[in-house]
T-cell receptor
Framework: DAKTTQPPSMDCAEGRAANLPCNHSTISGNEYVYWYRQIHSQGPQYIIHGLKNNETNEMASLIITEDRKSSTLILPHATLRDTAVYYCIVRVAFEDSNYQLIWGAGTKLIIKP | KAGVTQTPRYLIKTRGQQVTLSCSPISGHRSVSWYQQTPGQGLQFLFE???????NKGNFPGRFSGRQFSNSRSEMNVSTLELGDSALYLC?????????????FGSGTQLSVL
């Protein structure tokens, strides 16, 4: 079962910051939060990931609450090309050394001109 | 570096046939995972290979199988195709497949079963 909950869709104006929320209230101490996005029928594209500290890279920022039960992905200046389905994923550890991505339904983000 | 390459990009088969999909990971990556994506079920994990060994398998029937070669290239096979196997099949690679390691995805193979 998916370990994350996201709103099914969101709109954002071009040039504004897009803030995508995610709840992961059952996350365990050693499980990472990953964000990917997918443009229709293409492979998912990695955006960012984190454990408990806030993270920033050239694409986005990830804000994780202190209790780790939720996070927010921030696209600082959204463009039309950022229109995609955004997945918040918890990477869980199974036995041995296998770590898999458990995908939820994602948020369809539409950037409007 | 070249990205993850999946072939073919599109495939059309009929029920009862079998199909083999191929995935070439990024050079130096030894972990290859396979995912199935359908409109109804979303993205679901099929299996993962590391150094030619299957490390884990998702909840799919035995008709779905895979293997990994010494150069880390991987193939997955689906036998006795069913209509419900129509999906986008995605391959992802990473260096070791560890928790703190991002996966790189290919563009996928779109399989249609008629």
């Amino acid at each position: 079962d998916a370990k994350t909950t996201q709103p099914p869709s969101m709109d954002c104006a071009e040039g504004r910051a897009a803030n995508l929320p995610c709840n992961h209230s059952t996350i365990s101490g050693n499980e990472y939060v990953y964000w990917y996005r997918q443009i229709h029928s293409q492979g998912p594209q990695y955006i960012i990931h984190g454990l408990k500290n806030n993270e920033t890279n050239e694409m986005a920022s990830l804000i994780i609450t202190e209790d780790r039960k939720s996070s927010t992905l921030i696209l600082p200046h959204a463009t039309l090309r950022d229109t995609a389905v955004y997945y918040c994923i918890v990477r869980v550890a199974f036995e041995d050394s296998n770590y898999q991505l458990i995908w939820g339904a994602g948020t369809k983000l539409i950037i409007k001109p | 570096k070249a990205g993850v390459t999946q072939t073919p990009r599109y495939l059309i088969k009929t029920r009862g046939q079998q199909v083999t999909l191929s995935c070439s990971p990024i050079s130096g990556h030894r972990s290859v995972s396979w995912y199935q994506q359908t409109p109804g079920q979303g993205l679901q994990f099929l299996f993962e290979y590391f150094s030619e060994t299957q490390r884990n398998k998702g909840n799919f029937p035995g008709r779905f199988s895979g293997r990994q070669f010494s150069n880390s290239r991987s193939e997955m096979n689906v036998s006795t195709l069913e209509l419900g196997d129509s999906a986008l099949y995605l391959c992802a690679s990473s260096t070791e497949g560890s928790l703190n390691e991002k996966l790189f995805f290919g563009s996928g193979t779109q399989l249609s079963v008629l």
